[in-house]
Every structure is written in C-alpha cells, then in structure tokens.
C-alpha cells in the first residue's frame, strides 16, 4: 500500500474513496476540502466578524488553526475564539489550558465565559440536584451562552467545529424524534428565517468525518492525546454515535451517504419550514429568540439552577 499521489508510505485511509494518503499529500487534501466547502456554500463573506467556538478539543482546534491560516492577510475580515467553561472538574479546566497556549502562540483573541459567572452555578453543582441526562441541559446552556456572547461580540457568522460524524448523528437523531422541523436547520450553514438576534453557524469541517479531523489534529502536532467528556457516555447523541460506528464498520460510507441523502433533501425541507413558520417568537424572560413563550434556558434557571 502506497500514498496515491506520490507513492509515499500512507498514513490514513479514506473510508468513502477508498484512497490511501501520506502524510503530505492528507494534510493538502483535508485543507482543500475545508477551502471547498467555504466557497461552495459562502461560509465566509466580506467584512465579516467570524467568532469561533473553541473548546480545546481536536475539532475546534482544527478549526481555529485552518480560519487563521486560510483568512490571514484578509484585514476586512476578523476572528475570535471564544470558549464556554461549563465547570466539569478535570475536563475542562485542563483543555482551557491547552487552548490557551494554543490561542497565544496562533496570535488569536480568546475570551472565555463560564457558567458559574452567567448562571451562577458550575455544571457539577448543577447536576447535584439535576437528575436528568447531563448533555440536556448542558446544551441548552451552551447554545444560548455561545449565540448570547457572538451578538455582544457583534459577531455576523458563529464557526463551530461540527464534522461529517457529528452531522449524521443529529440527522439520524432528529428522525428518531420525529423533530424534522429540527432538522431544517442544520448544515453547512443553520438558520431556516433570518433573524438580528440568532447568529448564523457555519461549519467549514462539514465534509470531514471524525477521523480525518482526529488524524488531522495528530499529523500537525496540536496535541498527544484527547480528552472525551465525563458526561458524554450518559448521552443520547453517544448511543447514536456507536450505533452509526457500527454501522460504518460494517457498511463503510454509511455517514457520507446519510448527509448526501440529507442535502437532496434540505432545500425542500426549508422551503417548507420557511413558508410555514409564524414570526420568531423571543423569551418574555431574556428576550433572546426561542420557539416557545420562555426558553429553555429560563426553565432551568428557575426550576434547576436557582434551586
């Protein structure tokens, strides 16, 4: 087995292409693929103030190392990371460590929010009364600090570090719901109606599943080894994740064809949605948008949180 483009020894092995890499010739194909995706679905655009969401994980650092390189000299354009300190012990403290460094050494503006400061409890008091699944409510109010702090920032496109893998997961996860309405939303770039006060997400990685991402991260030496979240186990998005593991080992390309499949689909998925879709609704609580009278985040501040 030989790298196809310069017969090198490989490196890794695309799952959807069946194509052995070097290490070379991987790292130019998995930056091509993000420069791609940008262009094709107008990710980035002129004078825009991109915020990305950073964690210190493989994705998000990815994410943040390729937007400096890609956009740099681009002086009509500026990024900042910002990252959420939800307040899990001996996770997240040590990836903020690393992130750190990372941003200083990459010459990029971090800023870092925690729950403790916004909601006035860590997510480990939280979850001392809390006895639902820990990923519920952390989303909630991960989601709502990251669009709450873009608009302060006065941001026009929130980057997020979502991959192929990550994609399919809510794809699949929404179906078994039954929340298609949910699913209007997603790809490359969210959003169904435009609104002032909800960020747009882009996600340049949307292509590339997580082993490219995880491959990519170790070939360009940002870290040794990854952290996965003590919580994440108790999830539901991690029984859909070995679900489609499983299904990828034994049928491979299984995730590529449910966002091929998915794509074909969204823009009627939109359409509808849009034309159907009464006025955005904002929480008589925070006045951020919701799609209920008070947003979830509001319910749990006063039936979790405050408690």
Do not use: W
């Not at 460590?97 to 990459?106: A, D, G, V, Y």
């Amino acid at each position: 087995m030989v790298c196809k483009n310069c017969q090198e020894r490989p490196v890794i092995k695309l799952t959807n292409s069946n194509i052995y890499l070097c290490k070379n010739c991987f790292i130019k194909y998995f930056e091509k693929k993000v420069k791609k995706t940008i262009s094709d679905y107008k990710l980035i655009e002129k004078n825009d103030n991109i915020i990305i969401a950073t964690s210190g994980g493989k994705d998000s650092t990815s994410l943040l190392y390729l937007l400096k390189k890609i956009l740099k000299g681009r002086k009509d354009i500026k990024i900042i990371a910002i990252a959420i300190d939800e307040g899990i012990h001996n996770y997240r403290d040590k990836s903020l460590e690393f992130l750190k460094i990372f941003c200083q050494e990459h010459e990029v503006e971090l800023k870092i929010f925690s729950y403790k400061e916004e909601f006035g409890k860590s997510l480990d008091e939280i979850l001392k009364t809390y006895k639902g699944i820990p990923c519920s409510i952390c989303g909630v109010l991960r989601r709502y600090l990251l669009n709450k702090k873009s608009k302060e920032l006065k941001a026009t496109k929130l980057a997020t570090g979502h991959n192929l893998d990550d994609e399919a997961q809510s794809i699949v996860m929404n179906y078994f719901k039954n929340n298609i309405k949910i699913s209007a939303r997603l790809g490359p770039i969210t959003g169904i109606k435009k609104d002032e006060k909800f960020i747009p997400r882009i996600k340049p990685l949307y292509f590339l599943t997580e082993k490219e991402v995880t491959a990519y991260a170790f070939l360009k030496g940002f870290m040794d080894k990854f952290n996965e979240c003590p919580n994440s186990p108790y999830s539901y998005r991690g029984q859909i994740r070995d679900m489609l593991n499983d299904f990828e080992a034994k049928y491979p390309g299984t995730k590529h064809s449910i966002i091929m499949s998915f794509l074909e689909l969204l823009p009627v998925l939109k359409e509808n949605y849009r034309n159907n879709l009464h006025a955005i609704n904002y929480c008589v609580s925070c006045s951020e948008p919701c799609s209920q009278k008070e947003c979830k985040t509001c319910k749990y501040i006063k039936t979790v949180i405050k408690l």
